[in-house]
Every structure is written in structure tokens, then in C-alpha cells.
């Protein structure tokens, strides 16, 4: 009976409407004014065995919202054919989330952008006749309207939305068109005020968002998207002030070093923001998760398969270590501070030339926000008769505007060193090679044909194949005008070359040695997308593949331009067609044994899982570009062999002054992705099957695969912000089995090569493996007055420990 009544609460607490408004200070959730912390999660980046645990580490570092977009181009192949299984489990999602207690932002878009392919336009789209995308012209309003209609009536009819009792409290609508309006006009403005009247007749009971677009009707809540939003505002009082893409740090091109940003700035961009009036904050790009881009979603051109963002989760669902803890540490903090912030107008002062104070009274309630915005030093400042030390471009919080509770750039929660273990598997390969040409169905035409037009996306891969005549001999090349993204050129089957494009230079000519047989000779051009454009003004209009003139020059009798005699067409690989990644399709062929590397070969071998339960990696750093197979399942584009710029990357990383994505690069001159994720769930313990089509040419003997683990983590604590320190290891199965370093002074060296300093204690490592070893978690209180340390400008204690399971 006590049971069934508690049952029954939950049951009425579950399906309790919440009242969704809002004013000039923040949304308002049942009559109460909220700070709501956010983070971008995206269902397909993950598998639907991770969405769990990656929900309850956003709720662990202190989010209260999940925010997603929607993928129309997965979740609508083809017209009135919709598709919402396995990893695209949109209503399995949104109620994960929901029974983790949180909320959800659904952005529909349906244009995403989101490094996604096409911006999450379905490829069938292009083909509607007179169709224009985002803006005032029938057919893609129909096809956006009835796409946008069946999200909703999805999530209506599993009671999803807050109105209803669901976790959806906000919806959005289009996405960034403020990027692009320009463009459009007259016709754009009517579109998004069309957009916006379509939405709202949807009566969710919710209120919609558009992101960085600032003419919208009044009803629509303006949103800012950037590395920085303090001090925008929505262009009418009544709106609260609402950041939905706070970048995290940035997503990673083939081609390009890795770009990282510093928690430090992260947390000082996060608090000048409710410092100057925000309420709604959501982590993005760079997401709070950013995850993998699996099979051929990823967007671009160019954007890797890994999207891990530098994002506080990683790629695999582990804690990005400093970052997650800092973050949560800011999250606590603002969340104390909740209702006397929300309450009161910040009152602004000056407390110095690039120092100011806000400061927000209610009732015997104070917070105080201290920024230095200085980008290069630390100082002093006096507030309420009080000094207090501000580091260089950072933010105090003072909850109770007396003491500081948090600084964005003291780091206190602790950092980790992350491992790759190769698990030294033995793979035993054979191969198949794809044939160099026609191989299956053809087609016949006088010209050079647009790619997509020609593909339909069914494959990256489009032949090229034609026939030239060579009297007599010379030094002979092939100029192509204009291609997109990547050819590879053969002649009479032999393979001559291959180009590529640039993340920078989208479009390029070619001008390609080859080397013809006196006689008839077959040039054979495989041209291949890597990812169709996601971003700009027009982009159902954007090219791939080869056009303009395409000129076979050296010949004695003269130049021959090539693009206007007859060509033979092939959509794909003869491998992709028999399905040879798959089980059943691997065995439609006799695979041979491996020998030299050579280009456009399939490769397949079988292996077992790594044991354990850490994520598991595939290293293809031996490997030139293709793609990547693991009991069928695509793990996505690989491209070790595209190697980033060497002369980009800064010696060290300053977080101070202002961040863009070129600012902390790492990883020049190496493959820009060298490890590529394969999903624990898409394993059995035996007998997988890995199957690799190797484009240019690679050495598939030294593959192996890696296992992600943090054994090594690390904690400081500074006597200036004093507090006590957490160890804890993340692995649930892991303790603390050693303290390898512990001193309290002004020891040297970061996380996994601390040394001892001018200044130290010697006895501390006793004391803090008394607390610890054994422990999956410690706290430590440094006693700071142990040592003196005369002339050491500020003493602090750091700690590192191994986890071992
Ligand atoms: C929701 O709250 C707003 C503002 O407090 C109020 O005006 C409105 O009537 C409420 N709506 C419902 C359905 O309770
Ligand atoms: C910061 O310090 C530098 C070097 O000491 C000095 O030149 C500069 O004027 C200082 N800037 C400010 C704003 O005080
Ligand atoms: C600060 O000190 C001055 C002078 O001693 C005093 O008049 C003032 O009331 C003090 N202010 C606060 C906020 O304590
Ligand atoms: C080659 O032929 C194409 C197609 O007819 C034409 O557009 C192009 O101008 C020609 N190029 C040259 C250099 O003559
Ligand atoms: C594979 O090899 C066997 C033996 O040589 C042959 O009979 C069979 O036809 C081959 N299969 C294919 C698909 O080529």
C-alpha cells in the first residue's frame, strides 16, 4: 500500500505540467526564476549504450539541461520514409534524459549546420522541383513545415514537452540565419517570420528560440551564440538574456592540429556572462559531449570523424580532466548564488582601470562578481574596504560578497593524465582489390558531371573514365580546372596520383603528370566527397567533383580538352556494392594475402575485443584515407595520412586575453586524427570483423587497437583560495594505489611530472596515503602554516596519485 502510493506520487510528480515563461531576468520554471546551466549532447554522435552514462556525468558536473539537435537527413532518408532507430532513437533520448531529472532545449532547426552532413539536409531535397533552401519559396517550406510538424507531434504524443508534464521547457526554430540573412533579402525576412509563425502555431506551450538571429517577432526568444556573450542582450527588455552555443572549444579538420581551449577562459566567459545579466548557458561545439562522427555524417568539408571538441566529456564519455571539475566547481557556485542573483539588477562599479564589480543584493542576501579583465597582469583590488587578488583576465565570486567562493583561473578540482595502452593484438590480414575503373553498372555522357547530382550521397566515390588517344610520346599532364574535395588519377590502371583540397581552399585545379601508352589508353579519375558543405548562404547549390575544362596537355598534335567527350560513369565501389564490410558480404569474394601497400584495397581481418571495460580505440596511424568497418557498423572516414600544418601550434598555451580556435593548437605536423573510436556495444568478445578500404596506400600490419584509461590524476591547492582538495579516481572500479607526489611549497611541473620546488615539505606523501591508498576518493585539508616558505609568492600544495583497478 506505502508502495503503490509512492508509486502513485512519482507517477503524478512525472506527469505534472510545468509552466514554461519567462521575464527580463531569466526563464521561469513554475513561478520561479532560474539560472539553468546547459550542454549540447548530440544522440548520434554517441551509441544509444553510452546516452546513460554521458547523461549522468552532464547531471554530475552540474547541468541542468541537455540540449540536442534534430537530424532530418537520418530521420527522413527519403520523402515520407522516416527512420528513428538505434542511434537516431530520438524519444528514447529525450526520455533518458528526462528520467535523469533533467531538461531539454530541442533545437529542430531543421537546418542544424552542426558539422554535419549537408547541415542535416536530406540529400533528396536538392531534387524538389524549384526548390530554394531557407527562405520564402514554397516547396522547402512544405518539406520544412512537415519535417518540423512530425518532430513535434512525435514528442506531443509521448508527452514530452514541460507543458505536458515532459522535459522539453524550450524548442527551437531555423538556426544561425542571422549568419546568412543577407543573402536572402526581402525573401529572408519573410521566411523567418513565416518560420517563426509556423512554430508557434504548433502550440507546444513552449516558448521557441532562434539562435543568432536578432529580427524575430516578438514571441521568439532572440538568442546569442559565441566565444564570449557578456553584454549582449535580446533587442526587447522583456527577454531574458540566453547564450545557447558557448564554445568549449573547437571541432577538428583533416589537415588541421587540434585546437584546445583553456578551462580557465571557458569559466571566465561563463561567469562574465551571469556577471552582466545572463540566466541560460549551454555548452557547445565543442559540446558538453561532442562524441564521434560515425559512417559518412560528418559535415564539412573536411571535419574529422572524431568530434571530440576539447569538450569536459570526451569522445569516449570520460571526464575531460581539469575541465569537467572546474566547470562544476563555477556550476555550484552560481547555483548558490541562484536566487539573490536573479533577484536584483547587478550594480556595476569600477574598481579599477580593467577591473569591475557587480554586485547583486536581495533581502540579507549578496553576491559579488570581481572581474580583472586585463589580459596580461594580475592585481590587487579594494572592494568594501577589503583587498583582494585578481589574476589576470578572471572572475571572483563572492556569495556572500565577502569571501571568495570561486576565481575562473585557480583550478582547484583535479586534472588527469589520459592513456592510449595499445593492446598489442597480433591481426592476421588478407585483401581484396578494388577494381581499378568500370567494374559494375555504367553510364554514358558528354560531359563532366556534377557529383552529388550524380551520387545521390549513396557513396563518397564517383569514377570518372575516358579513353584518350596518344601518338607518339612526351612529357604528358592532366589539368583539371576546378575539383572537390579529392581525386585520385590512373591511367590504364596504373596509378599516376592523388589531390586533395583544403578545409581553407574548397575548390582547386589540378595540374597531374601521367604518364600514356603510345596508342588507346584508359584514364580512370576517382573523385570523392569527404562530407557535403554544412555552412553558407546556398548550399543546396555547392559543387563537388570535377568541372570547368579538363585539358590533357604535352601531346605532339596539341592540346585535347577531355570535357566534352564521352565519359563512362560509376556510382561507388564494386566493394561497397557486395557489402564486403558486412558478415555476409565479406564472403562474396576470395581475399588474398597482403602484400606491398598499394591504393583502393580492402582490407579485413577478424579479432577479438580488448578485455576490460575502458573505450576502445582503433589506431590506423600506419594508414593513408578510407574508411573504416567493425562488424558492419561504420566507424567513420579515417585520414591519418593528411598531416597537420608544423608551423601553427604555440610553444605553450596562455588562457588569458581573448580565444579563437587558432589560438592552442596542438598536434602539428602529425595526422590530425590518428585514433578512431569503435563503440563497446558494436563488439562481441569474439570474432569481430574490421574491414578497411584504404584509398591511397597503407601498411594495415601495424593496426592495433588502444584502450582508454586515466591512471594518473593530479590536485592543487593554493593558500590563497583555501579549501580542501578531492582526489578521486573515475573509473568505478578503480582506487587510489599510490601517491607518487605530494609537496607544499612551490613545487614545479604539471600533472604526471610534478617536481619538487625551492621551497617543500618532505613528510606530506605519508599523510596523504594514509588518507588515501585504498580509497576510490579523498578530501585533503593542507595545513599551510607547516611551511614557511619565505620570498615563494603564493604556496601551494600538489598532489599526484595512480588509479589501478
Ligand atoms: C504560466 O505563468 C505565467 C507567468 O507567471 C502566467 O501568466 C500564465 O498564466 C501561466 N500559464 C499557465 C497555463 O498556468
Ligand atoms: C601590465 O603590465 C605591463 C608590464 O608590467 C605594463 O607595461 C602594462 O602597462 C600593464 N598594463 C596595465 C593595464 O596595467
Ligand atoms: C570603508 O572604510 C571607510 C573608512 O574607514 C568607512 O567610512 C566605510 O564605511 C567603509 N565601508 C564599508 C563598506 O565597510
Ligand atoms: C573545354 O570544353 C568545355 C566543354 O565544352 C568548355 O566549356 C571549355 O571552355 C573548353 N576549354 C577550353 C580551354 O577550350
Ligand atoms: C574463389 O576461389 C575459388 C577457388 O579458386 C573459385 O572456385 C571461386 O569461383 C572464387 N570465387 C570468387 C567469388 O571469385
Request: with cysteine; net charge negative.
Amino acid at each position: 500500500m506505502w508502495l503503490l502510493s509512492l508509486a502513485l506520487v512519482l507517477l503524478l510528480q512525472l506527469s505534472a505540467a510545468q509552466n514554461v515563461s519567462y521575464d527580463h531576468r531569466s526563464l521561469i520554471l513554475n513561478g520561479k526564476r532560474r539560472i539553468l546551466l546547459s550542454g549540447s549532447v548530440h544522440y548520434p554522435r554517441a551509441t544509444p549504450e553510452m546516452w546513460p552514462g554521458i547523461i549522468q556525468k552532464a547531471k554530475e558536473g552540474g547541468l541542468d539541461v541537455i540540449e540536442t539537435y534534430v537530424f532530418w537527413d537520418r530521420h527522413e532518408p527519403s520523402p515520407g520514409q522516416y527512420y528513428f532507430e538505434g542511434r537516431y532513437d530520438l524519444v528514447k533520448f529525450v526520455k533518458l534524459v528526462q528520467q535523469a531529472g533533467l531538461l531539454m532545449n530541442l533545437r529542430i532547426g531543421p537546418y542544424v549546420c552542426a558539422e554535419w552532413n549537408l547541415g542535416g539536409f536530406p540529400i533528396w531535397l536538392r531534387d524538389i522541383p524549384h526548390i530554394v533552401f531557407r527562405t520564402d519559396n514554397e516547396p522547402f517550406k512544405k518539406y520544412m513545415q512537415s519535417f518540423l510538424t512530425k518532430i513535434v507531434n512525435m514528442m506531443k504524443e509521448e508527452n514530452l514537452f514541460a507543458s505536458q508534464g515532459g522535459p522539453i521547457i524550450l524548442a527551437q526554430v531555423e538556426n544561425e540565419y542571422g549568419n546568412v540573412d543577407s543573402h536572402y533579402g526581402e525573401a529572408g525576412v519573410r521566411y523567418i517570420n513565416w518560420a517563426a509563425e509556423m512554430a508557434q502555431a504548433q502550440n507546444t506551450g513552449v516558448p521557441w528560440i532562434m539562435c543568432a538571429q536578432s529580427k524575430v517577432p516578438e514571441y521568439i526568444i532572440d538568442t546569442c551564440n559565441g566565444m564570449y556573450c557578456d553584454g549582449w542582450n535580446p533587442i526587447l527588455y522583456k527577454k531574458p538574456t540566453m547564450w545557447t552555443e558557448s564554445y568549449t572549444g573547437w571541432f577538428t579538420y583533416y589537415g588541421w592540429p587540434i585546437p584546445h581551449r583553456p578551462v580557465e577562459d571557458i569559466a571566465f566567459a561563463v561567469a562574465r556572462f551571469f556577471e552582466r545579466g545572463g540566466s541560460f548557458h549551454n555548452y557547445y561545439m565543442v559540446w558538453y559531449f561532442g562524441g564521434t562522427n560515425f559512417g559518412r555524417t560528418s559535415g564539412g568539408p573536411y571535419v574529422a570523424s572524431s568530434y571530440d571538441y576539447d569538450a569536459p566529456l570526451d569522445e569516449y564519455g570520460m571526464q575531460h580532466l581539469p575541465k569537467w571539475g572546474h566547470l562544476k566547481d563555477l556550476h555550484e557556485t552560481l547555483k548558490l548564488g541562484e536566487e539573490v542573483i536573479l533577484s536584483s539588477e547587478g550594480q556595476h562599479s569600477e574598481l579599477g582601470p580593467n577591473q569591475e564589480a557587480h554586485v547583486y543584493s536581495y533581502g540579507n542576501g549578496c553576491v559579488a562578481f570581481l572581474a580583472n579583465v586585463d589580459s596580461m597582469n594580475d592585481t590587487v583590488v579594494e572592494f568594501r574596504n577589503v583587498s583582494y587578488s585578481l589574476p589576470a583576465w578572471s572572475v571572483s565570486i563572492l556569495l556572500d560578497c565577502k569571501t571568495v567562493a570561486f576565481n575562473s583561473a585557480k583550478v582547484k578540482s583535479q586534472s588527469a593524465v589520459v592513456s592510449m595502452s595499445p593492446s598489442k593484438s597480433t591481426l592476421s590480414w588478407t585483401s581484396f582489390d578494388e577494381p581499378v575503373g568500370i567494374s559494375g553498372s555504367s553510364f554514358k555522357a558528354k560531359q563532366l558531371l556534377e557529383q552529388m547530382e550524380t551520387t545521390k550521397d549513396t557513396s563518397d566515390y564517383l569514377w570518372y573514365t575516358t579513353s584518350v588517344e596518344a601518338t607518339g610520346t612526351g612529357s604528358t599532364w592532366l589539368s583539371i580546372e576546378s575539383m572537390r574535395d579529392v581525386v585520385h588519377i590512373f591511367v590504364n590502371g596504373q596509378f599516376q596520383s592523388s589531390w586533395h583540397t583544403s578545409k581553407s581552399v574548397l575548390y582547386n585545379s589540378v595540374e597531374a603528370p601521367i604518364t600514356l601508352a603510345p596508342g588507346s589508353n584508359t584514364i580512370a579519375l576517382l573523385s570523392a566527397t569527404v562530407g557535403l558543405q554544412n555552412f553558407g548562404a546556398f548550399i543546396e547549390t555547392w559543387s563537388a567533383g570535377l568541372s570547368g575544362s579538363l585539358i590533357l596537355k604535352g601531346l605532339p598534335g596539341g592540346d585535347q580538352n577531355l570535357s566534352k567527350q564521352e565519359w563512362t560513369y560509376q556510382v561507388g565501389l564494386k566493394g561497397e556494392d557486395l557489402k564486403l564490410f558486412t558478415v555476409e558480404g565479406s564472403r562474396s569474394v576470395n581475399w588474398s594475402a597482403v602484400s606491398t601497400e598499394k591504393p583502393l584495397t580492402w582490407y579485413m581481418t577478424e579479432f577479438d575485443a580488448p578485455p576490460g571495460d575502458d573505450p576502445v580505440a582503433l589506431d590506423l596511424a600506419s594508414m593513408g584515407k578510407g574508411q573504416a568497418w567493425v562488424n558492419g557498423q561504420s566507424i567513420g572516414r579515417y585520414w591519418p595520412a593528411y598531416k597537420a600544418a608544423d608551423s601553427v601550434c604555440p610553444e605553450s598555451c596562455d588562457y588569458r586575453g581573448s580565444y579563437d580556435q587558432n589560438k592552442c593548437l596542438t598536434g602539428c605536423g602529425q595526422s590530425s586524427q590518428r585514433w578512431y573510436h569503435v563503440p563497446r556495444s558494436w563488439m562481441k568478445p569474439r570474432g569481430n570483423l574490421l574491414v578497411l578500404f584504404e584509398e591511397t596506400g597503407g601498411d594495415p600490419s601495424s593496426i592495433d587497437f588502444v584502450t582508454r584509461s586515466t591512471n594518473v590524476i593530479c590536485a592543487r591547492v593554493y593558500e590563497s583560495h583555501p579549501a580542501s582538495v578531492k582526489l578521486w579516481c573515475p573509473g568505478e572500479k578503480q582506487v587510489i594505489s599510490q601517491i607518487r607526489f605530494a609537496s607544499l611549497g612551490n613545487p614545479e611541473g604539471s600533472c604526471g611530472s610534478f617536481k619538487e620546488g625551492s621551497c617543500h615539505t618532505n613528510d606530506l606523501s605519508n599523510t596523504v596515503e594514509k588518507a588515501c591508498v585504498g580509497q576510490r576518493s579523498c578530501s585533503l585539508a593542507p595545513d599551510f602554516t607547516i611551511s614557511a616558505c619565505p620570498g615563494v609568492r603564493e604556496k601551494f600544495l600538489a598532489v599526484e596519485a595512480l588509479c589501478s583497478s
